[in-house]
């Protein structure tokens, strides 16, 4: 059964269409990426899924509610998180607190409880904490320890992309959105992130989409690829099935001129 199923997702910008006519799914357990060439719609797709726009026409249903319109933080607490193509951190909050922010949407105790500094807050408080590390720790040596206690914006760029998905796991998520997570780094940390976004779905049980340029990451963690140019899906299957289309290839590389067909 889906966790998402997307129909008729339709988005203009002006005269550009962004999404048109777009269907789309992803079912439990799945990592599905989202590919194409710059401009194919990719990141509208995510700002409307995430209520960052509203699609002009179209059904976006989560575990069958309905969240087309939903502004993004009733989505957040509906159970999706994304990451995004610039990070975007808390740069003077140190890691720690950039992880435990996260959670305040699942927070009980509200602003009285805040103020008055009441037993039930400070308690709700040490949870959060203690989730932040639990969370942290999934990053291994790279995020735990005295990383707690630094500032965001000391980290690498590698390490802040670490934390942004840190951030994401903290708001107690089923599905997550990752916006190109191995754009800007080296390929070892490229195929570390590629192993870290598998153990999301093997050891903690989310169901991940990703838009990624990096082929070899698609290969090596996606169930399913979706192709989209100019807002329209032009392929589907898996990654063998996807890199030989006629499509996707006149997509990527534009269509072979006569001469050299000649």
């Not at 409307?48 to 575990?63: K, Q, V």
């Not at 807002?231 to 006149?250: C, F, L, Q, R, W």
Request: charged share 25%; glycine share 8%.
């Amino acid at each position: 059964m889906p966790v998402l199923e997307i129909t008729n997702l339709r988005k203009n910008f002006g005269g550009v269409k962004a999404l048109d006519g777009l269907d789309f799914h992803v079912d439990k357990g799945e990592i599905v990426s989202v590919i194409g060439p710059n401009g194919a719609g990719k990141t509208s797709f995510f700002n409307i899924i995430t209520g960052y726009f509203s699609p002009d026409e179209g059904d976006i249903l989560f575990n069958d509610v309905n969240i087309a319109g939903h502004q993004p933080h009733e989505i957040t607490e509906l159970g999706i998180a994304r990451t995004f193509q610039n990070v975007r951190l808390f740069p003077n909050m140190t890691v720690l607190e950039n992880v435990m922010v996260a959670q305040h949407c699942r927070t009980t105790t509200g602003i009285f409880g805040t103020l008055l500094n009441t037993p039930a807050f400070r308690r709700e408080e040490r949870e959060i904490e203690e989730r932040a590390k639990e969370v942290l720790a999934f990053f291994g040596k790279r995020l735990k320890g005295y990383r707690w206690d630094q500032p965001a914006f000391v980290l690498s760029y590698a390490n802040k992309r670490r934390l942004e998905i840190a951030r994401a796991m903290a708001t107690m998520p089923e599905l997550i959105l990752l916006d190109e997570p191995t754009a800007g780094m080296n390929p070892m940390e490229t195929a570390e992130l590629t192993d870290l976004i598998r153990q999301l779905r093997d050891d903690r049980g989310y169901t991940v989409i990703l838009i990624e340029h990096e082929m070899r990451v698609v290969r090596d963690v996606s169930d399913r690829v979706v192709v989209l140019d100019h807002g329209v899906k032009i392929a589907e299957g898996d990654y063998k099935t996807v890199s030989h289309d006629p499509n996707v290839i006149e997509a990527y590389l534009g269509r072979p001129s006569e001469a050299h067909n000649a």
